[in-house]
């Protein structure tokens, strides 16, 4: 994608070389679809099957193998318990514990369904309801932390009800506080744990070898399929195309201390330019639909001032979103994401929503609700100048 400032357009140049020019450009690549990869010694001389959950390889039969997988997010907890009772031996290495909370799926009955199909307004107030308890939640994320002590207890004792064995829940158990990484739902991760033929490996992973993983308590664990639940490299569209702004900028570069943009839909030197779900617009506790909607109607807004011929460029200047992610920075300084020097416990944890660079950039520090205020209408003083 290359800017020109010129013609006040973009050009896009496709992997077959087409070429293709716009006079705006909304990004909507999503915000976890590229995988995230680890490195290992010897990750390459594995001799089996291996890929990462995004890119899964349906031509292998897993029954009856000897599976790892790597890793105990989002991911391989919806893996864990589809694989689990197939395989001969499923090998689960864990980095760190997660919070997990009974998802409590049921099949909705007849009678449920038929009220929501015939009453009118109930879909609709059940669906407000779901809304609002997730909302709440975020009251313990961002300005009470010591209330995800409930959810924490509710957790725990989850946990501890469905394992039996103290060993294996305490390591299941994690030392940081509830919202700190992402939070996850499972009814039956924890079950799939106790099968006979299921391990879970706390020891750090030192090697991979031709035919098996070899953790840092020196045992190798024979393998014939490795599967990476790694997770993704998060809300960054430079990741995967080179993106061209004004003055020949380029967004990778300028994004190389972490992503940064203005309202998490506009960046500075881009003009233009915008995203869904874009840097600082994710969120722990509620519906990311939610908030991508309220980017679609803050940018269509913005592309009625081209249109109209209000501006002839939507660029935000370089200040008014330097000023928003300070802002931003001050404001992740009292939620769970952030862990005061002092605190003994619970300890800081690492997560996917902190780049390497310290700063947080994949979420909003904030109520849904609060991102849906702020971005009803954009104002212009916070754009350059660029009137026809």
């Known amino acids: 994608m290359q800017w ?74 919806q893996i ?37 199909r015939w009453i009118p307004g109930l879909l609709r107030l059940s669906r407000w309801l779901s809304f609002w308890r997730s909302e709440i939640t975020a009251i313990g994320f961002t300005l009470r932390r010591k209330q995800v002590g409930r959810g924490q207890k509710k957790s725990w004792h989850f946990l501890s009800a469905t394992i039996p064995d103290r060993e294996l829940c305490h390591k299941l158990s994690p030392t940081y506080s509830l919202g700190c990484k992402r939070v996850l739902l499972s009814d039956d991760f924890y079950r799939s744990l106790t099968l006979p033929q299921v391990e879970l490996v706390t020891d750090p992973i030192t090697r991979i070898t031709p035919e098996a993983i070899v953790t840092a308590d020196g045992r190798e664990r024979a393998v014939d399929v490795i599967v990476y639940a790694t997770g993704f490299l998060p809300f ?46 994710g969120l722990g506790h509620n519906s990311i639909l939610f908030m991508i909607e309220s980017q679609v109607h803050y940018i269509e807004q913005c592309l009625q001032w081209l249109a109209r011929g209000t501006l002839a460029a939507v660029e935000v200047t370089e200040e008014a979103q330097k000023s928003y992610n300070d802002a931003m920075r001050e404001r992740f300084r009292t939620t769970v994401w952030e862990t005061p020097p002092e605190q003994k416990w619970p300890l800081p944890c690492a997560s996917w929503y902190r780049h390497a660079s310290g700063r947080i950039t994949a979420l909003w520090p904030g109520f849904a609700v609060g991102y849906w205020r702020l971005m009803r209408w954009p104002d212009r003083l916070h754009f350059r100048a660029s009137a026809r």
Not at 42 to 71: M, Y
Not at 81 to 106: F, G
Request: glycine share 10%.
């Open 236 to 281: 960054n569209p430079s990741a995967e195309i080179a993106i061209h702004g004004r003055g020949g900028r380029v967004l990778s570069e300028d994004w190389r201390s972490g992503p940064q943009a203005f309202r998490g839909v506009t960046v500075a030197g881009y003009p233009n330019y915008f995203m869904l779900m874009g840097p600082n617009s």
């Open 80 to 116: 864990v318990p589809a694989i689990a009772s197939r395989v001969s031996q499923l090998v689960v290495c864990q980095r760190t514990p997660n919070w997990i909370l009974p998802r409590n799926d049921r099949p909705y009955s007849l009678l449920e369904r038929s009220a929501y």
């Open 4 to 77: 020109c400032d010129e013609r006040l357009i973009w050009t896009l140049v496709a992997d077959d070389g087409r070429q293709f020019t716009a006079r705006a450009v909304v990004s909507a690549v999503g915000g976890l679809h590229l995988p995230a990869t680890v490195r290992i010694d010897g990750i390459d001389s594995f001799a089996g099957p291996s890929f990462h959950s995004a890119r899964w390889n349906h031509e292998i039969d897993l029954t009856g193998k000897r599976v790892a997988v790597i890793g105990t997010g989002a991911s391989a907890v």
